[in-house]
């Protein structure tokens, strides 16, 4: 299979702008911690809780009760706080650098893909929820990087804590990918 350069440009909203909208920026300072991640609620609060899709082709290589996801980068502690409950990660590949590229949806209410399945740009991947430590229902949603080459440590399992360390770099979707297709 051709090797093909990850481009995070081309992700697109793992929500559509028509379910859903921006309840909390990346980077944005909550009880003095840096949120590592873009919340996106209901567009319509009284609505059905709208399905995930996959920001990009890749494999699904987390699905499991996420006690902690979301480290600072800088400071190599793991863990962001409070559980992400219902997570899954799907891995994309490299970038033109060699960095492995990650996006990673959590507070899920369910899931629609297994561990280890192949999915496309789009495809259903679970749906929108209020699992971990969350106040109501919406999706916290993460690009990771690794700073180098080495990939990112992932239980084997799928379940249990995950914890993405310092070699990992959370990105800004709202800066390089578009949240409203
Ligand atoms: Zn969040």
New binding site residues.
């Given amino acids: 299979m051709a090797q093909h350069v990850v481009d995070i440009a081309r992700f697109i909203s793992p929500v559509r702008a028509a379910d859903g909208r921006i309840t909390?920026p990346w980077g944005a300072i909550r009880s003095g911690r840096k949120?590592w991640?873009?919340?996106i609620g209901r567009r319509n609060a009284s609505g059905a809780s709208p399905s995930i899709r996959a920001a990009q082709a890749g494999t699904v290589v987390y699905r499991g009760v996420s006690g902690r996801l979301?480290t600072p980068p800088s400071n190599g502690a793991a863990g962001g706080g409070s559980g992400y409950g219902n997570v899954i990660v799907i891995y994309h590949g490299t970038d033109a650098l060699g960095r492995h590229i990650y996006s990673a949806y959590?507070h899920l209410a369910s899931f629609a893909v297994a561990l280890g399945a192949n999915v496309t740009q789009g495809q259903n991947i679970g749906v929108m929820g209020n699992t971990g430590g969350s106040y109501g229902i919406?999706l916290?949603y993460t690009i990771y990087r690794s700073s180098g080459t080495t990939k990112l440590p992932l239980p084997a399992s799928g379940t249990g804590s995950l914890g993405f360390y310092e070699s990992s770099v959370s990105i800004d979707p709202g800066l390089t990918a578009a949240l409203t297709p």
């Fill in positions: 909390s949120h991640g873009v919340d979301g959590g919406h916290h």
